[in-house]
C-alpha cells in the first residue's frame, strides 16, 4: 500500500532535475524491485541490526553517523556533477564492510538525472525518478569495469533499485534494499568531490 501512494505521489510531483511525473517509473520498474522497496523497512531494520551487532566498533560508529542522518529536501539540490562515492554492506555474509571512497558523475540529459560510477571494480549505472520532497527512487544496473554498462531491466542479478535520501549539503546517499549479492542493505554513500 505505501509503495501505491508512493508511486501515486510520484505521479503528482514533478521536480526539476529527476525524471519527470509521467507515470515513467510505473512502466520500468521490474515486479521483483518493486517488491523489494515495498518490502525496504523490514529488509533496513534485519540489516541493521546484523551490521551493529558483528561490525567492528569503528565502522558501526561509522555506519551509525550514515544512517542517522535526518532526509531533507530535494527541493532546489541539484546533484549534477563530480563525486566522491562508498559503498557499505550491512547484513548478510558479512555483518558490515565500508569501502573506501570512489569515484562518480551525475549528469541531466535534458530528461533528468543519471548517475554513474566511474571507478572501482564494481560499478552502477541509472537514473532518479521523483518520489517526493525527501526521497527519490534510482533504477540502475550493476557491472563490473571493463563491460559496457547494461540497460535495466535485464534480470535480477543485474538490477538494482533503491531509495534516495539527501542528508546534507554536499551529502546524499541511496540505500539498496535486498542487493543480489553478498548483504542485505547496500548503501551508497556520496561527497562533494574535493
Given amino acids: 500500500m505505501f509503495v501505491r501512494f508512493s508511486l501515486l505521489a510520484f505521479l503528482l510531483i514533478s521536480v526539476s532535475g529527476i525524471a519527470h511525473a509521467d507515470g515513467e517509473i510505473i512502466r520500468i520498474i521490474t515486479k521483483p524491485d518493486s517488491a523489494r522497496l515495498k518490502d525496504y523497512e523490514t529488509t533496513r531494520q534485519e540489516a541493521v541490526a546484523e551490521a551493529e551487532a558483528g561490525g567492528s566498533p569503528t565502522d558501526v560508529a561509522t555506519f551509525k553517523q550514515i544512517i542517522s542522518r535526518p532526509a531533507l529536501s530535494f527541493d532546489r539540490f541539484d546533484i549534477v556533477g563530480e563525486w566522491q562515492c562508498r559503498t557499505i554492506k550491512a547484513g548478510g555474509l558479512a555483518s558490515l564492510v565500508i569501502y573506501d571512497w570512489f569515484r562518480c558523475r551525475v549528469t541531466d540529459d535534458g530528461s533528468g ?12 549505472k541509472g537514473r ?15 557491472f563490473i569495469a571493463g563491460e559496457t554498462p547494461p540497460r535495466y531491466g535485464l534480470g535480477p542479478e543485474t538490477d538494482q533499485a533503491g531509495y534516495v535520501f539527501r ?6 546517499r541511496i540505500e539498496f534494499p535486498a542487493p543480489a549479492r553478498e548483504s542485505k542493505l547496500d548503501i551508497l554513500e556520496f561527497r562533494r568531490s574535493r
Fill in 113 to 124: 538525472w543519471t548517475l554513474e560510477k566511474l571507478s572501482g571494480s564494481q560499478r552502477t
Fill in 128 to 142: 532518479f525518478f521523483d518520489d517526493g520532497d525527501k526521497r527519490l527512487i534510482y533504477l540502475g544496473a550493476f
Fill in 167 to 172: 542528508d546534507g549539503q554536499d551529502h546524499w
